[in-house]
Nanobody
């Protein structure tokens, strides 16, 4: 059974940085793309970033492009989200997600993912 456990959230002032981590278990991590999503109060869950199984391709939402960086360490079964120049509108619960299909290139939609972590809260104060 695939399990995803996020960590690294917290309270940060605007302009600061945080790094989220997501440790995966239950299958061969290096064969699957990974994604990060977020959900603010009263809003739908939205795509933030994704990385291909090989790590070669990365994808970002327009709202975070140039500020956030997704990366992975296959030796540690971990995907990261480095968040820089944080803004109050980045405040949300951040979720790590994984698809069912090996080496899938479809990583941009909530419907492309089958496994989700429990989420980690990120709060950015102005």
């Amino acid at each position: 059974q695939v399990q995803l456990v996020e960590s690294g959230g917290g309270l940060m002032q605007a302009g600061g940085s945080l790094r989220l981590s997501c440790v995966a278990s239950g299958r061969t991590f290096s064969s699957y793309g990974m994604g990060w999503f977020r959900q603010a109060p009263g809003k739908e869950r939205e795509f933030v970033a994704a990385i291909s199984w090989s790590g070669v391709n990365t994808y970002y939402a327009g709202s975070v492009k140039g500020r956030f960086i997704i990366s992975r360490d296959n030796a540690k079964n971990t995907v990261y989200l480095q968040m820089n120049s944080l803004k109050p509108e980045d405040t949300a619960v951040y979720y790590c997600a994984a698809p069912q299909s090996r080496r899938s290139s479809k990583l941009g939609s909530i419907y492309d993912y089958d496994y989700w972590g429990q989420g980690t809260q990120v709060t950015v104060s102005s």
